[in-house]
């Protein structure tokens, strides 16, 4: 359990909270599920100008596709 020093009630784990709501590891075969472009993805994803808006992309939906949340990548 986490330590607890507020009154809140601790259900999950640390191990547990990481594994519903971090991010995801990808073993080579899910890499290439999740961060492969279909005909609509790949316009969109071309239609981007800058490069990091065109990674930002891939990354946002490879990891949605595989989890269906939004992450925050610093």
Do not use: C, W
């Amino acid at each position: 359990m986490m330590p607890n020093n507020t009154k809140r009630l601790a259900i999950l784990s640390q191990d547990e909270v990481q594994e519903l709501f971090g991010l995801p590891n990808f073993i080579h075969e899910e890499r290439e599920i999740y961060f492969s472009l279909d005909p609509d993805e790949y316009l969109i994803f071309e239609s981007l100008r800058q490069t990091n808006a065109k990674l930002l992309f891939l990354i946002q939906l490879g990891y949605f596709k595989a989890s269906h949340q939004f992450f925050v990548f610093t």
